[in-house]
């Protein structure tokens, strides 16, 4: 673990410092010389800094840019959504979040909250299942390779008595989400919270978040979950539009035609 902790050091001094050499390395960190050439040495074989030949001074290298792409797209997400997010809560009246895949879980990386803010819940930053939630259920739609992983090799937990814990009618659920452009849980994940998401497409045309719409059964009943979801999908259209993502003609950016998800 120190050996974890003095490299992040080095990194975090290359940051502020820029060019430097393994002295100066070495007094920022107050550790012997040999210890920061060590440290220097393994983070160069492994792209996060680089060396000047001529100088034989270190800075950032370009490794660390493929580690920030795995969150960059996340955070141009939450950036476009913002002002979107805020709108389709004044139209809800509910909390509206955004979520990605984490892993076999959705982790949501945005909140607004509802008004009513007693009965509002603080999900950012909270792992949830992808079987029992409308996030989730819209990222299983569009990523059938967590079908496989998350569904059909291992039982599904329970969460309430309206959980779905068979693959067969979540699978039928996948299938109407692909065709609707929005899923939706009824008392799956809590008792007496419903939800409602639509998924956001990136330029390339892959699902790289949701846009999710909750609240409680007497304020979000499932009679208004096709009215919240067509807002939901509007939402979740904008953003993708934000992020780049263009449909020919009038198009709506899901499948109209949906694909069978692997059995």
């Known amino acids: 673990m120190q050996s974890v902790d003095r490299a992040v050091s080095v990194l975090e001094f290359l940051s502020r410092e820029g060019w430097s050499g393994v002295t100066e390395v070495a007094n920022g960190l107050k550790v012997h010389k040999s210890t920061a050439y060590r440290l220097l040495v393994t983070l160069k074989e492994r792209g996060l800094v680089e060396q000047d030949l001529a100088t034989e001074r270190y800075r950032l290298g370009l490794g660390l840019v493929v580690l920030a792409s795995a969150v960059r797209a996340e955070l141009d997400v939450v950036r476009s959504a913002g002002p979107v997010c805020q709108r389709l809560h004044e139209q809800t009246q509910e909390t509206v979040t955004i979520s990605v895949l984490a892993g076999d879980e959705v982790i949501v990386v945005y909140q607004t909250n509802s008004s009513a803010s007693v009965f509002s819940t603080d ?131 899901w499948d109209p035609e949906p694909t069978a998800i692997p059995s």
């Open 123 to 253: 999900w950012k930053g909270r792992r949830l299942p992808l079987h029992c939630t409308s996030d989730g259920k819209v990222l299983l739609a569009h990523h059938p390779d967590r079908w496989q992983r998350c569904i059909a090799t291992r039982p599904l937990e329970r969460f309430t008595a309206h959980t779905i814990v068979e693959p067969a009618r979540l699978q039928e659920q996948v299938q109407t989400i692909r065709a609707d452009g929005y899923g939706y849980t009824v008392e799956e994940l809590e008792v007496g919270l419903n939800a409602v998401a639509a998924p956001i497409y990136a330029a390339d045309g892959t699902v790289v978040a949701t846009i999710g719409v909750s609240g409680p059964t007497f304020r979000l009943p499932a009679t208004s979950i096709p009215e919240v979801g067509a807002l939901t999908r509007s939402a979740a259209a904008e953003i993708s539009r934000r992020l780049g993502f263009k449909t020919p003609g009038s198009r709506v950016p």
